[in-house]
């Protein structure tokens, strides 16, 4: 490993106190706080950390010589010099005494490391990261440290790499990297995430400051580090979790929607981080950001992804691309990718205008001539676009499943965020009388109640709009619900983002 970043967390904190060292060449950079908090409480063992880095990019020799350079642990690696500290430890290039051989080695403070809960986060990141042998993936070499040895100092061992984080990359440029680089270290991350999840390993704290950029058999390779707090299938790890139910660990900017809630994390999980970072990529900035920790999950939970922001005279981003990445910030974790591997093949398919001329399906009416600007359709009454809030919409809801059993409250609750507000009634003809122009027909797994329902709906309120929420959908089934009337159908499990577009296109298209 190279030179590093770190968040500190106050002293004498060990559910929150989580390790976020990324080791880099050069200059401390400065990543997102992680968040290790329960619920909405802020507290000292739980609450949001703050983000604290070296105060200069050289440390000084007095807190190199505090903090152990010239000694020699276990009688096996000579600390050189100071990369990186911070509230959990440091990290040090070292030298293997009897091999010469330059290592970099990550130490714990002791009174931090006298916490068993700290001791088994910097061990589990050791056991993960150990797992795994593969070129984008940072190797870990050894571990050592006993209590009544070296003032109780625990250690890890890893590769010495010299490169930067892409944080320190996309900060360090003025220009966002061109497509085909974008492509290169986005397929590297995928490999290496491929492999950790291969291993039974889920990062949970992926984002550009774990991943770093060094130079490899000549060329540039993207290696994904930092397993702190990295989930592990490992009988060997049989004790209570590190972080309890009723708490949320990661980087708001990176959290995936079932992370946010505290959910079971799966590599589903790290897929939607990995979307988090192609944003980055194409835009510079993740699709949240600029927002309290809080705002950021509630918005990773509830709010479609915003338009990518591509700087002017950059190239457009190729439509496959750019449903990869939608698909990967899919709320629900079952309209991701199955595998990281599969997001790797619709990767290399985006970057192939081959593949792209098959994919996507071609014009089906005839190019009008001219220019440009002379194709382009006219604003309405002649003004240029503005961003607006999007405008509040009451929908009607019609329940034939018990409310819970259908739609989940999740779902409800991203609709009212987007500013779609389900108001419940009880029949066809209370919703005649209500003046609702658009309707969701929460229906189970019976459709046939639901095309009875349509049907009423035809009678009583014949303008009215009805999209269609159903389990167990077959073909037959879904053009038996359009035959009765629905003018869009949704498959349970609904995620709020997907019906709030189902919804809005009723809505523009008027059927």
Same mark, same amino acid.
């Given at each position: 490993m190279s ?23 050069g ?17 000292p063992?739980g609450?949001?950390?703050p983000v604290?880095?070296?105060p ?9 010589r505090r903090?152990?350079?010239g000694?020699v ?14 509230g959990m430890?440091?990290v040090y290039?070292?030298?293997?005494v009897?091999?010469?051989?330059p290592?970099?080695?990550?130490t714990?403070?002791?009174?931090i490391?006298?916490y068993?809960e ?16 593969h ?10 440290g006993?209590?009544?040895e ?21 900060r360090a ?14 397929a590297?991350i995928l ?5 950790a ?5 889920v ?9 770093l ?9 993207a ?10 299938d ?6 209570p979790?590190?972080?309890s139910q ?6 708001p ?5 079932e ?10 999980s790290?897929l ?5 970072i ?5 835009q510079?900035?993740?699709?949240f ?7 950021l ?5 509830f709010?479609?992804?915003?338009p990518l ?13 750019e449903r990869?990445?939608l698909d990967?910030l ?5 309209r991701?990718p199955e595998?990281a ?10 970057m ?16 009008p001539?001219?220019e ?14 503005r961003?607006e ?9 019609l329940r034939?499943?018990?409310?819970g ?16 507000h389900?108001a419940?009634?009880?029949?066809a003809?209370a919703?005649?009388?209500s003046g609702l122009?658009?309707? $969701? =027909?929460? !229906?189970g ?8 329902? /349509?049907? #009423?709906l %035809?009678? +009583?309120?014949?303008?009215v709009?009805a $999209? =269609?929420c !159903?389990?167990g ?6 053009n038996? /619900?359009? #035959?009765? %009337?629905? +003018? ?5 499990? $609904?995620?709020?983002?997907v ?13």
């Amino acid at each position: 490993m190279s030179a590093g970043d770190d968040t500190r967390r106050p002293r004498g904190a060990p559910d929150g106190a989580v390790d976020r060292t990324v080791l880099k060449g050069g200059a401390a950079s400065r990543p997102p706080g992680t968040v290790l908090a329960r619920g909405p409480e802020r507290s000292p063992a739980g609450g949001i950390a703050p983000v604290e880095t070296l105060p200069s990019d050289e440390p000084d020799e007095g807190a190199s010589r505090r903090v152990g350079v010239g000694r020699v642990l276990d009688g096996k690696y000579n600390l050189v010099r100071l990369l990186g500290a911070g509230g959990m430890g440091e990290v040090y290039e070292a030298e293997h005494v009897l091999l010469g051989v330059p290592v970099a080695v990550k130490t714990m403070h002791p009174h931090i490391a006298s916490y068993p809960e700290s001791r088994r986060r910097f061990l589990r990141e050791a056991r993960a990261a150990s797992r795994l042998v593969h070129r984008n993936v940072v190797r870990v070499l050894d571990l050592g440290g006993d209590d009544d040895e070296d003032d109780g100092v625990i250690y890890l061992v890893m590769e010495l790499l010299r490169g930067q984080s892409l944080a320190a990359r996309l900060r360090a440029s003025r220009e966002l990297p061109d497509l085909a680089e974008v492509a290169e270290i986005f397929a590297d991350i995928l490999d290496g995430v491929g492999a950790a999840h291969a291993c039974g390993i889920v990062h949970r704290d992926l984002k550009p400051e774990n991943v770093l950029l060094v130079e490899q058999d000549g060329r540039r390779v993207a290696k994904v580090v930092d397993f702190g707090l990295a989930h592990l299938d490992d009988p060997l790890d049989a004790g209570p979790t590190l972080t309890s139910q009723d708490m949320v660990a990661g980087t708001p900017e990176y959290m995936s929607p079932e992370q946010c809630r505290s959910l079971v994390v799966g590599p589903s999980s790290d897929l939607y981080a990995c979307g988090c970072i192609l944003t980055v990529l194409l835009q510079g900035k993740p699709p949240f950001s600029g927002l309290p920790a809080v705002e950021l999950m509630a918005m990773h939970m509830f709010s479609v992804p915003p338009p990518l922001v591509r700087p002017p005279g950059a190239p457009p981003v190729p439509p496959l691309l750019e449903r990869l990445r939608l698909d990967l910030l899919a709320k629900l974790p079952e309209r991701r990718p199955e595998s990281a591997a599969a997001a790797r093949a619709r990767l290399d398919e985006a970057m192939s205008r081959e593949a792209e001329s098959r994919r996507l399906p071609s014009r089906k009416a005839e190019v009008p001539l001219g220019e440009r600007g002379e194709r382009a359709p006219a604003w309405l009454d002649g003004e240029t676009a503005r961003h607006e809030p999007a405008r509040e919409h009451a929908v009607a809801l019609l329940r034939i499943v018990p409310a819970g059993q259908g739609l989940s409250e999740a779902c409800e609750i991203g609709l009212d965020a987007q500013r779609i507000h389900l108001a419940e009634v009880a029949d066809a003809a209370a919703l005649a009388e209500s003046g609702l122009g658009v309707a $969701v =027909v929460d !229906a189970g797994a019976d459709v046939d109640a639901a095309c009875a329902l /349509l049907e #009423a709906l %035809g009678r +009583a309120a014949p303008g009215v709009r009805a $999209v =269609v929420c !159903a389990a167990g959908l077959s073909s037959e089934r879904m053009n038996a /619900l359009v #035959a009765a %009337g629905a +003018a869009d159908v949704a498959r349970y499990p $609904v995620a709020p983002d997907v019906l709030s577009r189902k919804i809005a296109r009723v809505v523009r298209r008027g059927r």
